[in-house]
Structure formats: C-alpha cells, structure tokens
C-alpha cells in the first residue's frame, strides 16, 4: 500500500523559511515522479512542483521559481520542499502527490497517490 | 483564477444525476491532454477519480464517469448519494505555462 506522510509544516513570519518532507512508502520510490501540491484555505488545489523519478529534471509553477526548491533523497524515500521568502499567500496546506507510472512524463503524468497534508501558515 | 474554469457548486437530491463541467482552451484540455478528476471530502486529502477523461481506478464505483470533448470536459455522478457531497476538481495539462493545472473547483451538495 503507498503510504505518503508529509511534515515540516507550521507557523513562520514573512520572509522565512521551511523545509517540507514527504515520507513514502509501499513503492519503489526512486521510479516515480513526485509533485507537491497545495491548496490555500477554502481555495482550489494549485500545482507547485515535480521532480522526476532520479531527481535530475524539477519544474516549478511560476509564481514560486527562485523561491522554491524541489528535491529528493531516493537512498531515504524521501521528497522534500525547500520554501524561501514565505509571504502571506503561501499559507496553505502542502501536499505530496505520486504519479501513476513510472512510464509517464510531463503532460502524461497525474496525481496517483495523495498524503494527508502539512498545513504552512505566513503570518507575522 | 484557475486556468481551467468549473461552476462553483452544483446540488442534487438523492438518486439523482448531476454533471459538472470543466472548460479549457486549445493549450491544455484541446491540446489533447487528458483531464483527470479529484474527490475531496471535508477535511481530507484529495482521491484520484477519475483518470485519462473516462478511467475509473480500482475501487471507484460505477456511479462516477467522466468524458472529453474539444476543449472541455464533463464528469457524471449518478444514483446521488449523501457521502458524495464533496469538492470536485478536475485537472489537465498547459502547455503554454508548462505545467499542472486544476479547475477551480465544485462543491456538491446532496439536498
């Protein structure tokens, strides 16, 4: 069973930092795409960024290029978010999302596997 | 604003079929990327739906379809039920923004 379990959520002033992890389990880790996703309070979900299956291809939303770093541990089955220069409209829950295949790439790709949520809140 | 647009909520009684749309343009849903769909319960994490425009994953039942057409997409729910009230999202792909991209949401409520 895929297990994804996301933590390093919490309170930070703007212009911080956090660094989100995503736990996986249950599957070969380093084959599969992973994305982290999030979804600000009684907003729609919104796409942040993905990284491939070795780590060597990242792709990032435009709004949070140069302030978002995407990367992964595959010897630790871990995916992690590196979030710089928080401001308030990063407030939201942060989710780690699997694709469905380690075959996919790019526009192929979608969101298989879900973990729970870590909830990021800006505020002074 | 999302770059896929969907009706904010949509209501039906049970037993009922309710449809809920999903417009995009010639970069995502037209560009023949395929459109995918969410199910987010209260206070829960989002559930892959639907797949591919019309797949349902194990365990899904037969009450959810959903289909593709030009630049849109539409997903069905039939025989209502009160623990498919819910937010629905459907998501495709942009290839102008290189990138994911999801509707803006519905919120179905079972009257």
């Known amino acids: 069973e895929v297990q994804l379990l996301e933590s390093g959520g919490g309170l930070v002033q703007p212009g911080g930092s956090l660094r989100l992890s995503c736990a996986a389990s249950?599957?070969?880790?380093?084959?599969?795409?992973m994305s982290w996703v999030r979804q600000a309070p009684g907003k729609a979900l919104e796409w942040v960024s993905h990284?491939?299956?070795?780590?060597?291809?990242?792709y990032n939303e435009d709004s949070v290029k140069g302030r978002f770093i995407i990367s992964r541990d595959n010897s630790k089955n871990t995916l992690h978010l590196q979030i710089n220069s928080l401001r308030a409209d990063d407030t939201a829950v942060y989710y780690c999302?699997?694709?469905?295949?380690?075959?996919?790439?790019?526009?192929?790709?979608?969101?298989?596997?879900w973990g729970q949520g870590t909830l990021v809140t800006v505020s002074s | 604003q999302s770059v896929l647009t969907q009706s904010p909520s949509v209501s039906g009684a049970p037993g009922q079929r309710v449809t809920i749309s999903c417009t995009g343009s010639?970069?995502?849903?037209?560009?023949?990327?395929?459109v995918h769909w969410y199910q987010q319960l209260p206070g829960t994490a989002p559930k892959l739906l639907i797949y591919?425009?019309?797949n349902r994953p194990s365990g899904v039942p037969d009450r959810f379809s959903g289909s593709k057409s030009d630049t849109s997409a539409s997903l069905a729910i039939t025989g209502l039920q009160a623990e498919d009230e819910a937010d629905y999202y459907c998501?495709?792909?942009?290839?102008?923004?290189?990138?994911?991209?999801f509707g803006g949401g519905t919120k179905l409520t079972v009257l």
């Open positions: 999302a699997k694709d469905q295949s380690r075959f996919c790439s790019g526009g192929s790709c979608y969101f298989h596997d």
């Open positions: 249950g599957f070969t880790f380093s084959s599969y795409g």
């Open positions: 990284i491939s299956g070795s780590g060597g291809s990242t």
């Open positions: 010639s970069s995502n849903i037209g560009a023949f990327y395929d």
């Open positions: 591919a425009n019309s």
């Open positions: 998501q495709s792909y942009d290839t102008s923004l290189s990138g994911w991209v």
